[in-house]
Structures are given as structure tokens and as C-alpha cells.
């Protein structure tokens, strides 16, 4: 049976003001003490989000708390169930459909500014890219416009990379690359400078994205001289990027983003999971729908059988993932993994009913002492809300917030 979570009404601030007094409240003290000492805080945060959702009946335990069984989809993770907690019953109450999908990290309000980049601006500065924003399975015609997953205070949506060779040079330029970037960024400055000059007719909402795009471009200029690692990585000869090949296109991506929180070249990566017509094969053996079309599966046992199939190969990049960030230590030998916030979920709740209620949420790592299934009751009057894990995983990261969307509280006592 599920248990109800409710959410206690001390906020942050009044966390914080309390100061010593907070060591008599027990629900808190472990997440507390943790979070005020600096060198205890993970430095990155990674957010992962599939279009079509997870089916939920093979996503959620059906029991809560540390003893749950293994569910379907997550079963890849059967190793490394010590390092991450699953949250049912959560979600922004936001409106449905797939247009609503970008709730999943802007909150009750789609294609606002959007969680990662909350947190870019204030830990992103600190790297060579202030963000990365990727995505595998997509078409290119569906990385244009406002179907991504990254976006910026002004709704602005931000481009995704999807070649893993594109990354790899962002991450590790030759001599000659980066002499051409800079040409390239100063170019780009002297351009910026007559479009800002025609924007100030313009409405004032577009003023802040061209400054945003200015800051990095300068940010960009800082370090286009500072030394670039060499991994020792080979890549592929190919880039799997034709939708068909998005397990393939993971796996690198993954491989990749390990190398860019490892060197520090970025603390923030948002992933966007595509989903659209491509057939998978498993085994040699070709599922009986296109991807989008098993998720409207109607209940039908064979379509889930194979949607199901679809996401636990999602997982199975994830477990790898996971694997290397927790083989790798930083300078204070501290693992990667424990370094990393990682949130995977989505937008979408159910995708065959169009639904956004009910969102399937993991965070794995950050150091958190992770709690199994956490299964919260919708029918609670206060029950939290999506965003208030939100405002706990921002406070994690050393944060000062109390607030997410229409979320106003945190979850700090769920790791306690």
C-alpha cells in the first residue's frame, strides 16, 4: 500500500533563520547538516527526460519504502539500488497533452524558464559551458522551435546537440578548432551588436535572451585559450543519429557526458529522450509498432510488452551511466556519481491517455541517503507537489530558493 507523504510547512528561509534550534528537529537534521557544509555539496546536475513518458505500471514498485521489488523497467538498476530514490504520485498539475510536455522541468507553466537553467545560472559559470543541452531519437526537423527541453528565463527554447562527434569537439577542440571558434565568436559579437541595436525597437521580453547569448559568447572568449583534457576516448566512426539508432546514440552520449563532468568542462546537462515513428530491434528482432505508437497502446498486453521493452533499454544506458560516474573519483576522492544530481523523468504521465498526472521521477546520487520508493499520496490535501522536489534538489546544490513554479515548500525530509 502506498504512504502519504506530507510535506512539513518549514520552508528554507525559516530553516535557515533558526540556526541552531534546527538540531531539535530531527526530520531535517541529516539533509541540514550535509547541505550547510560547502565541500559536502555535489558540483553537478544532470536531467534526463523521455517525450513518451514511462509506462507507469512497469516503472512504480508496487510497494514503498527500502524493500520494494525491482520493477520491470528498472530493473537494469538492480545494482545500484542503494543510489537512487523513485517518487510516484508527483507532478506540476499542469495542464495535459504533448504541447504541455516541457512541464517536466519548467513546472505548471510549459516552455518557461526551466529548472537546469535555473541552476546554470548559478553554479554554470564556474565551467567551460554554463549548460549542454543533447538529445538522441530526434529528427532534426524536431530539435527546431520550442519541442526541447531546455529553456530560458524568457521562455526562449535552447538548441539540443545530437551528433556525439558534434559533442566530442565541443568538449575536446584541437588548436585549429578552437582558432576557428574564436574567429567565429568575435564575428558573431560584432553581428550581436547591430541586432541589439534593431532589437531595441522590439518588444523588451527578447532583450535578456540576447544578452544571455552574449554572456556566453564572452564566457566562451575567456577560455578558448585555457588547456583542453585529451581523453583517452575513441569514438565511433559513425554518429548513430537517425531515430532508429537512439539506444546506440545514447550509450555514446552518456559515455560523453561522463567526460564532461569528469574534466569539469560542465556542471549542468539537460538530455532529452526522444520519441517518434522509429522501429527498434531487439535481438534481432523487430517490434511490431513504431516507438510513438506503442505508447498510445491502448492496454493492449502486446504493445505495452513492447513499449516496455523500449524503455528498459533506456534504462539499461542509464545503469551504465550511473556505473561509471560511481567508478570515477574527483580530486577529493570523493565518486562522481556522488558529485551529480541526477534526475531522470518526464512530462509526460501517460502517454496513451495523453495525461500529464502522476509523472515517473528518479534522482539518483548527490550524496542523499536515498530512500527506495517514495510513493506520495494525490488525494492528501497537502500533498507535494513535482516542483517541491525541485526546491530540494536546487537547496542541495547550495541554492538559496524556496520556491519552484507553484511549488513552495521542499522534500528535504524524504532524505533525511
Not at 552518456?254 to 549542468?268: F, I, K, P, R
Not at 523487430?286 to 492496454?299: K, M, R, V
Request: with cysteine; proline share 4%; hydrophobic share 40%.
Amino acid at each position: 500500500m502506498r504512504t502519504g507523504i506530507i510535506q512539513s510547512g518549514l520552508d528554507r528561509r525559516h530553516f535557515l533563520r533558526a540556526g541552531a534550534a534546527a538540531l531539535v528537529l530531527p526530520a531535517l537534521e541529516s539533509f541540514a547538516a550535509r547541505d550547510n557544509r560547502t565541500e559536502d555539496r555535489p558540483r553537478n546536475f544532470v536531467a534526463i527526460g523521455t517525450w513518451l513518458g514511462w509506462h507507469q505500471n512497469a516503472f512504480f514498485p508496487k510497494t514503498a519504502g527500502r524493500d520494494y521489488e525491482m520493477a520491470a523497467t528498472l530493473s537494469p538498476l538492480k545494482d545500484y539500488r542503494d543510489d537512487f530514490t523513485v517518487f510516484s504520485g508527483l507532478d506540476h498539475r499542469s495542464i495535459n497533452g504533448h504541447g504541455a510536455w516541457s512541464n517536466f522541468l519548467c513546472g505548471q507553466s510549459p516552455k518557461s524558464f526551466s529548472l537546469d537553467q535555473m541552476i546554470a545560472d548559478s553554479i554554470g559559470a564556474k565551467s567551460r559551458f554554463p549548460s549542454i543541452q543533447l538529445v538522441a531519437g530526434a529528427s532534426e526537423s524536431n530539435t527546431k522551435g520550442g519541442n526541447a527541453i531546455s529553456f530560458t528565463r524568457r521562455g526562449v527554447a535552447l538548441p539540443m546537440v545530437q551528433r556525439p562527434s558534434v559533442f566530442y569537439k565541443q568538449l575536446f577542440t584541437s588548436k585549429a578548432d578552437r582558432a576557428r571558434t574564436e574567429y567565429m565568436l568575435r564575428s558573431g559579437q560584432s553581428s550581436l551588436d547591430v541586432v541589439l541595436e534593431d532589437a531595441m525597437r522590439l518588444l523588451e521580453e527578447y532583450f535578456e535572451s540576447f544578452r544571455a547569448v552574449e554572456k556566453r559568447m564572452g564566457r566562451q572568449l575567456d577560455i578558448i585559450n585555457d588547456p583542453v583534457p585529451e581523453p583517452d576516448y575513441k569514438l565511433p566512426s559513425y554518429d548513430p543519429i537517425t531515430p532508429n539508432l537512439q539506444i546506440e546514440a545514447e550509450s555514446i552520449m552518456y559515455d560523453l557526458m561522463t567526460l564532461a563532468l569528469e574534466t569539469g568542462s560542465t556542471h549542468v546537462i539537460s538530455f532529452f529522450l526522444h520519441g517518434l515513428g522509429q522501429v527498434f530491434s531487439f535481438d534481432g528482432k523487430a517490434l511490431g509498432s513504431g516507438y510513438h505508437g506503442l505508447s498510445h497502446h491502448g492496454n493492449n498486453p502486446a504493445m505495452i510488452r513492447d513499449l516496455v521493452a523500449i524503455e528498459t533499454a533506456h534504462i539499461h544506458c542509464l545503469a551504465g551511466f550511473l556505473e561509471q560516474l560511481k567508478e570515477k573519483k574527483n580530486v577529493q576522492g570523493k565518486s562522481l556519481l556522488d558529485d551529480t544530481v541526477v534526475l531522470l523523468g518526464t512530462g509526460m504521465g501517460d502517454a496513451s491517455r495523453h495525461s500529464n498526472r502522476n509523472l515517473p521521477t528518479l534522482v539518483a546520487g548527490g550524496g542523499f541517503t536515498h530512500k527506495g520508493h517514495v510513493a506520495i499520496d494525490q488525494s492528501q490535501v497537502d500533498a507535494p507537489l513535482l516542483g517541491d522536489l525541485y526546491v530540494t534538489l536546487m537547496q542541495r546544490l547550495g541554492m538559496e530558493v524556496d520556491s519552484f513554479s507553484n511549488a513552495s515548500r521542499n522534500m528535504n525530509q524524504i532524505f533525511s
